[in-house]
Structure formats: C-alpha cells, structure tokens
C-alpha cells in the first residue's frame, strides 16, 4: 500500500470518527473497498500514535479522538480586555494551526468574551479550548443574567426563543453606541460549529449543512455558554465572509443578511400569521438585501408570505427579498403575494 493510500485511509478515519464512534471500521472499509481486518490495522496504528482512543470490548468497541491539548481557566470579566485574555491562555496553543484558522478562532472567541464582559453581567467567565488531531473548540461560559432573556427584556421580545432569530438576523444589539450587533451572526457563520446554551434554551449552527436548531433543555442552566468548533482543514476566509454579507453596491457594508425562517416555529405550529410575519420581518429594512432561507419549513399561510412579500415589499422597495429553499406549496404562497404586489404597482 502506498504512502498516499495510507495517509488518505488515516485521514478519512480521524475526519468520520467522531460522526460514527462505532461503526468507523465498517464505514473505511466500505470507503476504501477494503476488509474490515485491513481497517482495524489503520485503526490500531492510529490509536498507538496517540490520535485515537478505543473504549469497550470487541463488539461494543467505541473510537474517539484523543485530546491533544487543553487549556481551562476562569478570569475575572471586570476591567478585562478579550485580546488580552486570547495572548496570555489561547494563542500560544496553536503552533502549527492553518492562519486562517487562528483567525476564525481569534475573530470568534474575542468577539463572544467581549460579549460576556459587556452584557451578561457576570463577575466571571470559564474559558475552556480542546485541541484534537481534527478540530479545536473553544467554549465562553458565563454566570450572568443569559443572553436571550437580555436581549428579550432589552428590545421587549414575548418569547425568548425570538432573541434566536434576531440574533441569526444580525445588527442587534442591547447597546447600539459600543457595539455593532455583527459577533454573533459572523462568528455563527464562519465556525464549522455554533451553539448556545442559555437557561432552558438551546441554539445551534451546523454550517456543513446549515442546520439551525432550537431545543428547550431541562433544568434550566444559569449564565450562557458558548461553544465554537473549527475543523483543522476549515478553508473559511475572514475576508471571503465578510464580502459574502456585503452587496456590490457597498461592498464594505454589513448590507446583506440571511434569515433560517424555521427559528420563527415553535414546535408544530405552522407560520400563517401576520404577526409571525411582522417578527420575522423586524429589522429587515436596514439592510439592502435579506435572504429567506425557508429550508425546514413545510408550510406558509397566505396572511404570512402576503405581509412579507407584498406589504412589506411595497413599503420597503429599497430592500430586495430573495426566497431559497422553498418546498413548491412555500413557493406557491410567496409567488401569489409577489403577483399581488405586481398588481399594485400598476
């Protein structure tokens, strides 16, 4: 077997193990074409090299990757500065990671630190990252009031769970003179993986497969915490993303947004109503161009797609609304509004 064949079969094993613990064997050897006692060979030199790490017997044999580093400490929020914080405990912990990588993290962590320093008051924060021969994750955790009810009470949301689509949105804020409201809404976009705890409200962001996700956690946990996964191999350009949220008219600008509509359903309930509509709609008209990402919504009433793709649209000619990912009865909805609005015009 050639040094390349082996180094792909490693790759593709330390790539997959954590998706499929205990079927890592059975998935390579079907990759590769290769007998199960060929894979287990690969397995076993990746586990005397220190990257792996296998758990259970034979039959419950479980694979996992091994932590190669890892850094925990608490600091003190008051007076702190969040590139301070990044030099003296993080920094120094990834030699050898891609740049662009180190800029990911650096971009992420700082923004979601300073965020703990400004908003959640919390007297400190646990800092944790994890180094694997795959990914690195950093988690921000606080003991403050939690970011969803601050943002809830701050801009006076109903629910908690709509502080999750504002926030997905961007340019929200609780205190608009110091920040921008753009942390949270780039670091969730350029990370290989996002998520918040806060309370009784879970929140993540799978962007392999733009997977948003809201669950209710039982009991409820104080502070917030926030979790940020990079893959070692991410090919993620601060640059290219910010570009990628800026329309060609201004291209320095934060002037475009994409909104996951499905962070506006709660449970099974469907979106029918022009009040659903009008909380979706919040904040759309500061920005020059809104992508409504409707993957995971099965269905729209006509009262909903008619206040966004008429009523507003007519308001706000000024903001162009692109519909993605719409099952034919969603495109069916928003198309008899956007003929409505054409009608009139004239």
């Given at each position: 077997m050639t040094t390349q064949r082996t180094a792909d079969i490693h790759f593709f094993i330390v790539e997959h193990v954590e998706q499929h613990p205990s079927d890592i064997v059975a998935l390579t050897s079907s990759q590769f074409g290769l007998s199960r006692q060929a894979i287990n060979k690969h397995v076993r030199e990746l586990c005397e090299k220190g990257i792996l790490q296998a758990s259970g017997q034979t039959r419950s044999r479980r694979y996992q990757l091994v932590t190669l580093d890892r850094v925990q400490?608490?600091?003190v929020l008051e007076g702190q500065s969040e590139d301070v914080v990044w030099t003296n405990h993080l920094r120094s912990h990834l030699e050898g990671v891609p740049s662009n990588v180190i800029g990911v993290l650096n971009y992420g962590f700082t923004e979601m630190l300073n965020n703990?320093?400004?908003?959640?008051?919390?007297?400190?924060?646990d800092i944790k990252m994890l180094r694997t021969a795959m990914t690195i994750q950093i988690e921000v955790r606080d003991y403050g009031i939690g970011i969803f009810r601050k943002i809830a009470q701050a801009?006076?949301?109903?629910?908690?769970?709509?502080?999750?689509?504002e926030l997905a949105k961007g340019k929200l804020t609780t205190d608009p003179e110091h920040h921008s409201g753009e942390g949270i809404f780039f670091t969730s976009r350029m990370v290989d993986s996002f998520a918040i705890l806060s309370r009784n409200l879970f929140f993540s962001h799978d962007r392999g497969d733009n997977d948003w996700l809201i669950e209710v956690e039982e009991p409820e946990f104080s502070g917030t915490l926030v979790r940020m996964t990079v893959g070692l191999s991410s090919?993620?350009?601060?640059?290219?993303?910010?570009s990628h949220y800026a329309t060609d008219s201004d291209e320095f600008s934060f002037s475009?947004?994409?909104?996951?509509?499905?962070?506006?359903?709660?449970?099974?309930?469907?979106?029918?109503?022009r009040s659903q509509a009008r909380r979706v709609l919040t904040r759309f008209e500061r920005f020059a161009e809104v992508i409504l990402d409707f993957q995971g919504v099965?269905?729209?009433?006509?009262?909903?797609?008619?206040?966004?793709?008429?009523?507003?649209?007519?308001?706000?000619?000024?903001?162009r609304l692109i519909a993605i990912n719409t099952l034919p009865i969603v495109a069916g909805m928003i198309k008899r509004a956007q003929f409505a609005a054409a009608e009139n015009k004239t």
């Open positions: 400490t608490t600091v703990a320093i400004d908003h959640s008051q919390s007297e400190a924060a801009i006076g949301l109903h629910d908690e769970r709509e502080a999750i689509l090919k993620m350009q601060l640059k290219d993303l910010f475009r947004t994409h909104a996951p509509i499905k962070l506006a359903q709660y449970g099974s309930d469907n979106l029918i109503s099965d269905f729209i009433g006509q009262a909903f797609a008619d206040e966004i793709f008429r009523v507003f649209q007519n308001a706000h000619p000024g903001t």
